[in-house]
Structure formats: C-alpha cells, structure tokens
C-alpha cells in the first residue's frame, strides 16, 4: 500500500457460536506446544460482483452469520488458552467468541500489484494487529479482518492459533466456512477426539531429545544477540514446473537410490537445495554443523491413526543435520537423502516417544518459540546456522468461494523477525510451479538468490515488507 493510503476502522465484533456448544477443557497435544506459539496469517483477495456491492454491509453480514454457524462444529476456535505456566496450555471451550474486524481502505486492488507482500506493506494493514504482551487467556485463538477498497475489491486476512490448528485444520475451517457462507451444508465435520495419543517408552534411539542441542555458529560460540538482530528482508521465488523436474532429477541421479525406491520428492527435493544454498550464502566454514526443521503431520502416522479431519495442531518439527561442507561439495541428493532420513524416523514410537519426552520437561518454554517476545537467551532454532522449510504443497488452499466467486490472489502474511524460516506453496496457476516465501538475515539474501540459481536461471521477485 503507498504511504498516502488511509486506513479506517469500521466495526469490531465478537462473533460467537449461533448455537450452544460444549464447555470444558480439551488438552493439548504434547507436540503442540513446542514451536511456534502465536498466530497463523493467511489473506485472501477477491472483486465481488455488482449485486455484492449494493449494500454496504452484505459481505459483512455474510461472513458474521456464516462464521457464527460454523462455530457451532468447530468451536475450539472460539475458546481460549488457558496459560497451567510453565509453557503449558489447555484449549478451555468457552464459546468466548472469534473477533472480527471490519475496516476500509482509500487504496485499491490495482495499487498492491502482483499482490506480493514482499513488494507491499500490507501486512501492516490489513492484517490484524495482536499484542502478545497481553496474557494468552486475553487473545482470541481466531482473529477475521475484512478489508474494502475504493475499488470495491475485499480482503480477508486470518489470524489462527498455531497451537490450536495445523496448516490442514486451517484449510478445513476456512474450506467448511466458505460452504456455509454459499448456503451449503458442511462436507466435513471435525473430529475432535484427544484421547487417542498417549505417551509411550522412550525410542532406543532418542538419548537427547534432538532440540535439545541445536547447532550453533561456530565463528560467534555465544551465538550473540548482536549478530542475531541483523536485519531481515524477504523474498518470493518462482520456480517452473520444468526447473522443478530439472532439479528432481539432479537429485535423484547424484546421490545413492532413495529409500523404498522412491524418488525424492518435490518437498526433499526443493528443500535441500534452500538448505545447500543458505549454507553458501552465510558464509559457513567447512566443519560448521547445521539443522533443518522438516515439519511432518502424524496424523497417518501413529496407530491407530487419526482420521484426515482430525481438528488440531498435529505437526512435529524432526530435525535434518549435516555439516555445511558436506551439503555446499557434495551433490544435491545427498541433501535430499538427509531431509528422507530425518522424515522416516517419524512412526508411532516416534511420536509417543516425544509425548512421553515433552510430558516429563519441567517447562517447555525453551522448546518454544514466540516470535513478537524474543529475548537474548530465547530465539527461535531456525536461526543462522539452521532454518525450518514448511510445505503447503498438499493444502487445499486455492478455490476459497464465500458466495462472491473464488479468491484472485491468496497468500501467507509474512513476518520480518523470522529469520531462517521458509514456505512453499503450489503456484495458484495450477501448472506444477510452486512459489518459495523466504526470510534471512538482509546481508545473506543477494547471495542466497545467486546461490539458488545457479545453473537453473531461476525467475524471482525481490522486495522487502
């Protein structure tokens, strides 16, 4: 948005369930509470038609209606965390309510471009503002931003708990929404069963747990909060479907046979070339160890397991490793063998054995990363040397229609803080392209790109928030 576009607040509404809902205390699943302790953003544009327009409160009143009914199937969503300290939460179902904010902006569609957050500020804008310095019991686990322009363009941006709900809830909520919203009954209904997940004996192979001593910078043993506050910037990155498949085969050809005779897979692929080139951008030594976060669903993975519209937040964060020599001079696949390795560890005794793991730590806040109250001796793992690679590759994230036609442009916010942290997406396109959101330290991003495409004259975006 341009420095000259205004901003107003229209309306702020709590909606809460149209219907009684059950009251108590859901727990928590273990794995939950380690990571990223705030909120999801995701935004969404649209151009409703003439007969949308006519009255200035109907999208409005549609959302609120509609999300109200929802509610009433997923009403975790419309509770609150309550803070045991510690680190520790329960999800308490209270029927508080979802916020919603209406707001009005003087700019237009037309002025944000290619919709790129790295090449607009809008993050600031139309995405809603949470003070994490407020107790956690205070903030609603779903904040709603419904933004007009002159044009008569809309946006709705989303806030979600990341406790509460992984990337696959998320697109259920927002999916099911969207159904009510169109005056259709609901095609799946959440499944919000906790018991099924217990603790279980410790693996064999788990001494440590592997966050427990994540690689550090050799060059800076302190890991210093000097360094560590450098600037960051973003970056989109586009790759074709055909530098994809150029890069598939690169790996699959320099490296042993992949497990189960599997090739690696787009995620491995694409993951371990982000992991090799931020090696060669930041300047690592030979001997310096470096992790990458691989975030995996358990759902399939536990027995019994969990059915797909299990509502909650069931992704762990498994840990590649590896020293940076060995990623900048040996072949693609070998990154991507790492990425594989660390993924198929990830079975039932895994999972139960981080359960068990986690239930038996003192505090869990050293496991946890909330990125707005970040202090000398608290910062996220991703952080030079590492990074973490998030996939929304098999998300249902495109087609989101509330009655006014699907969505001309859908995307994540971005935070500027969260340096070393990384998202793919699939291009909205539908051709086999996929889109890389990227945030590091600004004096590594030139490099970064230069390293990245190498030898495949990789198309990009530039921009900073």
């Known amino acids: 948005m341009s420095s000259s576009s205004s901003m107003t607040l229209k309306g702020d509404y709590m909606v809460r369930p149209k219907e009684p809902t059950w009251h108590g205390c859901l727990p928590l ?21 003439p007969n949308w327009l006519i009255s200035p409160t109907k999208i409005a009143t549609t959302l609120k209606d509609s999300l109200s009914k929802i509610l009433v199937q997923f009403y975790p969503l419309a509770g609150r965390l309550q803070n045991k300290g510690n680190g520790r939460f329960d999800l308490e179902c209270n029927a508080m309510g979802v916020q919603f904010i209406e707001a009005e902006t003087s700019s237009t569609l037309s002025d944000l471009g290619d919709f790129s957050p790295s090449s607009n500020n809008y993050c600031h804008y139309l995405f809603p503002h949470i003070d994490y310095t407020l107790p ?15 044009c008569g363009g809309i946006s709705i941006s989303l806030l979600i708990s ?31 069963d906790r018991n099924i997940l217990r603790g279980g004996e410790p693996c064999s192979n788990i001494n440590d747990w592997e966050f427990e001593q994540l690689p550090r910078l050799l060059k800076n043993l302190d890991n210093s909060f000097e360094e560590r506050k450098e600037k960051t910037t973003n970056a989109i990155i586009k790759v074709s479907k055909n530098q994809l498949e150029k890069l598939r085969k690169t790996a699959n050809e320099s490296w042993n046979k992949p497990s189960n005779d599997r090739g690696y897979s787009i ?3 694409i993951t371990g070339h982000i ?62 063998s790492r ?24 505090d869990l806040t050293k496991f946890q990363d909330i ?43 971005f935070h500027e803080e969260l340096e070393g942290d990384s998202l793919i997406l699939p291009s909205s396109h539908d051709d086999g392209s996929l889109l890389i959101f990227m945030c590091l330290q600004e004096v590594h991003m030139d490099a970064f790109k230069r390293h990245f495409y190498e030898g495949a004259e990789f198309e990009f975006l530039k921009g900073r928030l």
């Open 339 to 362: 990425i594989r390795e660390a993924i198929e560890k990830v079975n039932d005794e895994y999972v139960r054995s981080g359960v068990e793991y986690f239930k038996k730590q003192y």
């Open 371 to 413: 990125h707005c109250i970040q202090s000398d001796d608290h910062m996220p793992f991703y952080r030079n040397p590492n990074l973490i690679v998030v996939s929304w590759l098999k998300l249902p994230i495109y087609g989101i229609d509330f009655g006014w036609g699907k969505e001309i442009y859908m995307g994540p916010g």
């Open 267 to 269: 995620y491995e692929t």
């Open 162 to 192: 990341h406790i509460v709900a992984d990337g696959q809830s998320v697109t259920h909520f927002i999916s099911e929404w969207a159904q009510v919203a169109r005056g259709e009954p609901l095609k799946r209904i959440p499944y919000l």
């Open 29 to 49: 699943f273990e794995w939950s509470l380690t990571g990223m302790i705030s909120h999801t953003p995701i935004i969404y544009f649209y151009h409703p038609p």
């Open 136 to 150: 956690m019991q205070e903030l609603p686990l779903l904040i709603v931003q419904l933004t007009k322009f002159k």
């Open 275 to 336: 992991w090799r080139s931020a090696c060669k951008a930041r300047g690592h030594e030979n001997n310096q160890p470096t992790a990458i976060g691989v975030c995996v669903d358990w759902r399939s993975r536990v027995k019994p397991s969990l059915p797909k519209e299990s509502f909650g937040n069931a992704i762990l964060d498994v840990l590649a490793t590896s020293l940076a020599g060995d990623l900048m001079s040996k072949p693609l696949g070998y990154a991507s």
